[in-house]
T-cell receptor, first 116, second 116 residues
Framework: DTAVSQTPKYLVTQMGNDKSIKCEQN?????MYWYKQDSKKFLKIMFS???????INETVPNRFSPKSPDKAHLNLHINSLELGDSAVYFC???????????????FGPGTRLTVL | AQKITQTQPGMFVQEKEAVTLDCTYD???????LFWYKQPSSGEMIFLIY??????QNATEGRYSLNFQKARKSANLVISASQLGDSAMYFC?????????????FGGGTRLMVKP
């Protein structure tokens, strides 16, 4: 059983388009995240979403918006795509913030977005 | 300033030997957690090991151990008896105060290559 899944795995699109990446977790976790990994493999947090509370990394452009229809899903919408948005996007999940201890994050397989 | 620094962009190790991957961190928080993740060429992120800032003993998970030196702010990963399957990118990450969305800050990664 896949713990954290993302669709699509690959996404190729033109500049200016709007696209979405879906994420689902079946771990019963309360917190979900989106990370961006650039071409140099650097990973950066974009959002954290816990119990309807959204925490945003201030460096993320407002063209990016997470949407959570329920606790098991956190989708990423990107408007007006730019060349610099090309990257691998990872969804992750963990137990609730404040759970303490290890509370490691489980990552999805990633979505490779290419903007032409 | 970099919060997580991994000074070794790439390393080679002979199969069956031990290898240490360096990680230094910077935080003013008293309570924080340090993580190591592995990213094979297939792209997924795999959790390896965790060390809490208040843990008195170094963490161990099978062939992985963490050499935690709090005063030096270092959390080096030691892999014993390297295997060919250990060839991958390795990321050190830090989770600071729990209110900050439980988000992880990653280092730039170290690419480990195991030679047969």
């Amino acid at each position: 059983d896949t713990a954290v899944s993302q669709t699509p795995k690959y996404l190729v699109t033109q500049m200016g388009n709007d696209k979405s990446i879906k994420c689902e977790q079946n771990l019963g976790h309360d917190t979900m995240y989106w990370y961006k990994q650039d071409s140099k493999k650097f990973l950066k947090i974009m959002f954290s979403y816990n119990n309807k509370e959204l925490i945003i990394n201030e460096t993320v452009p407002n063209r990016f918006s997470p949407k959570s229809p329920d606790k098991a899903h956190l989708n990423l919408h990107i408007n007006s795509l730019e060349l610099g948005d090309s990257a691998v996007y990872f969804c992750a999940s963990s137990q609730a913030i404040g759970a303490g201890g290890r509370n490691e994050q489980f990552f999805g397989p990633g979505t490779r977005l290419t903007v032409l | 300033a970099q919060k997580i620094t991994q000074t070794q962009p790439g390393m080679f190790v002979q199969e069956k030997e031990a290898v240490t991957l360096d990680c230094t961190y910077d935080t003013s928080d008293q309570s924080y957690g340090l993580f190591w993740y592995k990213q094979p060429s297939s792209g997924e992120m795999i959790f390896l090991i965790y060390q809490g800032s208040y843990d008195e003993q170094n963490a161990t998970e099978g062939r992985y151990s963490l050499n935690f030196q709090k005063a030096r702010k270092s959390a080096n990963l030691v892999i014993s008896a390297s295997q060919l399957g250990d060839s991958a990118m390795y990321f050190c990450a830090m989770r600071e105060t729990l209110w900050a969305g439980n988000m992880l800050t990653f280092g730039g990664g170290t690419r480990l290559m195991v030679k047969p």
